[in-house]
């Protein structure tokens, strides 16, 4: 299968194939990476990516599904984060110059959740500094284009987010919203938020 007959399809057909075991979790990444280095570079929604732990994780999720324990909901499922939320050992910047360098040693309480259900994260995705904007650019990883129209904006502050959904370049997101911050981008992206 190619990522574009696999990366589109909802992320709850995703978690079906890999509980049938007629996808690896392995499988699954290695198409979402495969998608962000053809696709990302035009749209610039995924700004910064850990390979190697997410491989590790798939691995092991792969080894819990070929040993028939208990899967959680979203077991295997390739997943990246809104560049606001902390992910443990992962750069999360906020978008800001201020935390270019920022690397926290435990996860959101959000996700620490996805992981317990089985998600791996993989990567993260472009914000507006400090979530601050209709608009996703940043001095440090600049603009996430509208994945439709590049001369448009994705909106903000979920643009990243909004854009690596639309574009499939990975199975769903965790965003945040307090003024439209999903709600916008989902919708100048054309996606659910």
């Not at 732990?53 to 324990?69: I, K, L, P, S």
């Not at 390739?78 to 996860?107: C, Q, Y």
Request: glycine share 12%.
């Amino acid at each position: 299968m190619t990522d574009d007959q696999v990366c589109l399809r909802p992320a709850t057909e995703l978690a079906g194939l890999i509980r049938r075991r007629e996808l690896s979790s392995r499988e699954l990444l290695a198409l979402f990476l495969a998608r962000v280095d053809r696709i990302n570079p035009a749209v610039n929604a995924v700004v910064t990516l850990d390979r190697d732990a997410a491989f590790a994780a798939a691995a092991q999720a792969d080894e819990r599904t070929a040993a028939g324990a208990p899967l959680g909901p979203l077991h295997g499922l390739p997943v990246t984060i809104k560049d606001a939320i902390e992910v443990a050992g992962l750069r999360s910047t906020g978008g800001a110059a201020a935390l270019a360098g920022h690397v926290p040693a435990a996860d959101a309480p959000a996700v620490s959740r996805l992981r317990s259900a089985g998600a791996i994260v993989f990567g993260k995705t472009n914000v507006p500094q400090w979530s601050g904007d209709i608009q996703t650019f940043n001095t440090l990883f600049g603009t996430t284009r509208n994945p439709w129209d590049p001369a448009r904006t994705s909106g903000g502050s979920s643009g990243g987010p909004a854009a690596a959904v639309a574009t499939g370049l990975s199975s769903f997101e965790v965003g945040t919203d307090i003024g439209g911050s999903i709600r916008i981008p989902s919708s100048y992206c054309g996606v659910c938020g």
